[in-house]
């Protein structure tokens, strides 16, 4: 039904749904999972290119945003570290797939941005995460 939230099952299976999603580009989608969806009609391919104005927005609010995920794995709990790290381990490449140099190096940043959300955590974070762990 178009009015009705999607159910949530296992948050281990959704997690490797939006992720199977960002290797063909798909990204997770608000709404939850939506398999099988088709889109109505085609959609034209636009010419990408980003003008040296875009390029310099996009890099600062990349910048910004690589920052803030550092920030919050510093006071965020043990386990939203593991997941992390569960996230990273999962985009690297399969058995049986193909080595991509952009899905590589994308595991290898995430993992470089959660070793410095370590530099910054504190005490108050460990402890609390102890309490809710």
Same mark, same amino acid.
């Given at each position: ?14 997690? *490797? ?7 063909? !580009?798909?990204?997770?989608?608000? +709404? ?16 990408? $290119?980003?003008?040296?104005? %875009?390029?310099?927005?996009? $890099? ?5 945003? &690589? ?7 510093? %006071?965020?709990? +043990? ?6 790290? !569960? ?27 959660? *070793? ?6 504190? *005490?108050?974070? &460990? %402890?609390?995460? +102890?309490? +809710?762990?």
């Amino acid at each position: 039904m178009p009015g009705e939230k999607p159910s949530f099952a296992d948050p281990l299976q959704l997690r *490797e749904q939006a992720l199977s999603r960002w290797d063909d !580009e798909g990204g997770a989608l608000r +709404d939850g999972p939506q398999e099988g969806a088709i889109p109505s009609e085609p959609r034209l391919v636009e010419d990408p $290119r980003l003008t040296n104005a %875009e390029l310099v927005q996009l $890099r600062v609010r990349v910048i910004a945003l &690589e920052n803030l995920v550092i920030a919050l794995l510093a %006071e965020g709990p +043990d386990r939203q570290i593991a997941v992390a790290r !569960e996230m990273a381990a999962y985009i690297s490449p399969r058995p049986g797939c193909t080595h991509h140099p952009l899905t590589i190096h994308a595991a290898s940043h995430m993992i470089d941005l959660i *070793e410095r959300a370590g530099c910054f955590r504190t *005490e108050d974070a &460990e %402890e609390e995460a +102890d309490r +809710d762990g």
